[in-house]
């Protein structure tokens, strides 16, 4: 089993449409990216400690390969906003891949190449691309938080899935 953290705006959106992807064993919310230890989502939220709200997916390379599950990274947010993602605004929404191994830093490079070179939305991505830090594990009402409150669909802000 493999791990990539993706930061792309709220993490109650981007969970829900990645944790049903062939080949996703599983998802959770957190934070990462930041400087101080056990933070909060209220800590987060007033954006003074660094970190990224992010979705850490745990997956099987044998049946999804790491380039599919950033080919849906790319399509379900803008990554030409500079921490931002529609009304969410703030440095916890940047768009940020954070990989678990150096093989996993060359093929995000290479999408971010690739994306870049589609000029969907006309500019290239500010998506950052490091190396992942600790993860922070949301508080539980975070976690699949569509599937507990909307059965699984998309609330009255969420992400969409653009088509390639």
């Given amino acids: 089993m493999s791990f990539i953290s993706l930061g792309a705006g709220c993490f109650w959106g981007v ?6 992807l062939p080949g996703v064993i599983s998802t959770e919310v957190g934070y990462m990216g930041g400087h101080i230890d056990r933070p909060t989502y209220e800590q ?5 400690t660094g970190h990224a709200e992010i979705v850490r997916v745990e997956y099987d390379p044998e049946q999804a390969k790491l380039e599919t599950l950033l080919d849906f990274f790319w399509r379900l947010h803008d990554p030409t906003t500079l921490n931002q993602q529609g ?10 891949i954070f990989c678990h191994d150096e093989a996993q830093i060359e093929v995000a490079k290479k999408s971010k190449a690739s994306f870049d070179e589609s000029k969907v939305f006309g ?3 500010v998506t950052e691309i490091l190396m992942a830090s600790t ?5 539980d009402y975070h976690q699949n938080y569509y599937d507990k409150k909307y059965g699984g669909r998309a609330g009255p802000v969420c ?6």
């Fill in 87 to 96: 009304y969410d605004i703030g440095h916890q929404y940047r768009s940020v």
């Fill in 135 to 139: 993860f922070w594990k949301g508080e």
């Fill in 15 to 20: 969970q829900n449409i990645l944790s049903k």
């Fill in 123 to 125: 500019k290239n991505a």
């Fill in 44 to 48: 987060i939220c007033r954006g003074d």
């Fill in 159 to 164: 992400h969409v899935l653009r088509d390639r």
